[in-house]
C-alpha cells in the first residue's frame, strides 16, 4: 500500500456494507489512486470483494449504530444521486444526461480543478448533472429545482451559469475549435481513405475539414453577393397554398401584385402556416438576370444574409418551378 494512504470514509463503509453485504473495519485504509474528492470511485468499489467470511457478533449500540447510520443515508437520499455512483444504473445515466457513468466521469474531472466547489446545496457531480439534463431534456429550471432537491429555480440559475463557465475555460478549449487538434493529428487519425481518394485524389498529406455551418454565428454583411442563401425549405408548400393546388408545373392561379410606378418590382401575398389569419407580403425587385433585393414583413424578413421562407418560394416557384414539363417532389 502506498504511503499516502487513506482511510475508507464511514459513508462508503456504510455504503459498501448496504449494497455489497462486505463490512469494512473502522480504520481500514486504501490507496489514494483510489479515491475522488475522499470518496471511493466507482471503480474501486465494484472491485470490493470479501477478503475471508467470518462471523462478526455485534452488540446492542453497534446494532443501534448502524440503524441510525442507515436512517441518516435513508433521509438524505436524493432522487438523483449522482455522487453515490451505485445510486443510477448506466441507462438511467444515458437517459437522463445522454452520457454513459463513465463519459460522465470524464466530463466531470475537467471540473475538480476548476473554480466551481461543493456547496450546500449540491455537489460538483449534481450540478453538472443538472446542466446535462436541461440540455438533454430541456426542463423548466422550477422541474430542476423539484428533481434535484434545490430551494428554487434561481439555484438552478446559478449552478447552470456556474458550470457553463467551469466547461468554457476547462473542457471547451481541449475538446472543442482548431486550438485543440494538429493539422497533422487532422490527416493521421481524422482521415479516411476514402475522403482522401473523392477530396484529393489520394494524396496523403492533405487535411480535409467538413464544416457545417447550420448554427454558425457570424456577423451579417451588408454585401448580398457575400451570401445569398434561400431558404428552400418551405417553398412548395407555401406556393401550394398561394396556387390552391400541388401541380404546379400546369396553369396555376398564382397571385402577383406588380407596381405600376416601378415595374420590376412585384409583391406575392403569401398566407403564414402558422396563424391562419396572418397574411404576409414579400417584395422582390428584380431583372432578367439576377434579384436585386427584397424584403418581408415577417419576423425574419428584412435579414441581410439570406432571406425568408415566403421570399424564397417565390423566387423558386417564379424563376424555376413554373417552367418544369414535369413537377418535383422537393425544391
Known amino acids: ?88 444504473s448506466d441507462d438511467e445515466y444515458q437517459i437522463l444526461t445522454s452520457l454513459t457513468k463513465v463519459q460522465f466521469e470524464d466530463l466531470a474531472s475537467y471540473l475538480f480543478d476548476s473554480n466551481i466547489r461543493n456547496s450546500s446545496n449540491r455537489s460538483i457531480r449534481t450540478a453538472l448533472a443538472i446542466l446535462l439534463c436541461k440540455l438533454r431534456l430541456g426542463l423548466s429550471l422550477n422541474i430542476l429545482a423539484v428533481l434535484f432537491q434545490l430551494p428554487d429555480k434561481k439555484a438552478v440559475s446559478r449552478s447552470l451559469k456556474t458550470v457553463r463557465a467551469a466547461l468554457m475555460a476547462r473542457f471547451v478549449p481541449s475538446n472543442l475549435g482548431f486550438n485543440h487538434i494538429t493539422r497533422q493529428e487532422i490527416i493521421d487519425q481524422h482521415t479516411s481513405t476514402m475522403a482522401r481518394r473523392l477530396m484529393c485524389d ?37 406556393v401550394e397554398e398561394n396556387a390552391s393546388t400541388t401541380d404546379l408545373t400546369g396553369s396555376v392561379n398564382y397571385t402577383i401584385h406588380r407596381c405600376q410606378e416601378f415595374p420590376d418590382i412585384i409583391r406575392v401575398p403569401t398566407q403564414s402556416v402558422h396563424v391562419s389569419r396572418a397574411q404576409y407580403h414579400p417584395i422582390i425587385r428584380f431583372t432578367r438576370e439576377e434579384i436585386l433585393d427584397w424584403w418581408c414583413d415577417c419576423t425574419a424578413g428584412n435579414c441581410v444574409i439570406g432571406c425568408c421562407s415566403h421570399i424564397a418560394s417565390a423566387i423558386w416557384f417564379l424563376s424555376f418551378e413554373r417552367w418544369q414539363t414535369q413537377s418535383s417532389p422537393k425544391p
Open 1 to 88: 500500500m502506498e504511503r499516502n494512504s487513506r482511510t475508507v470514509s464511514a459513508e462508503d463503509r456504510d455504503l459498501i456494507f448496504l449494497k455489497k453485504n462486505i463490512l469494512i473495519p473502522e480504520g481500514a485504509r486504501c490507496c489514494s489512486q483510489h479515491l475522488d474528492d475522499d470518496r471511493l470511485t466507482k471503480n474501486a468499489i465494484d472491485k470490493v470483494a470479501p477478503f475471508s467470511i467470518q462471523s462478526k457478533r455485534f452488540s446492542s449500540s453497534d446494532v443501534q449504530l448502524l440503524i441510525s447510520r442507515w436512517q441518516i443515508l435513508f433521509e438524505q437520499q436524493k432522487r438523483f444521486d449522482f455522487d453515490n455512483p451505485l445510486s443510477l
Open 202 to 238: 489520394a494524396e496523403s498529406n492533405t487535411a480535409i475539414v467538413v464544416i457545417d455551418g447550420t448554427y454558425l454565428y457570424i456577423q451579417k454583411s451588408r454585401n448580398n453577393e457575400f451570401q445569398r442563401t434561400f431558404q428552400l425549405k418551405r417553398a412548395r408548400s407555401y
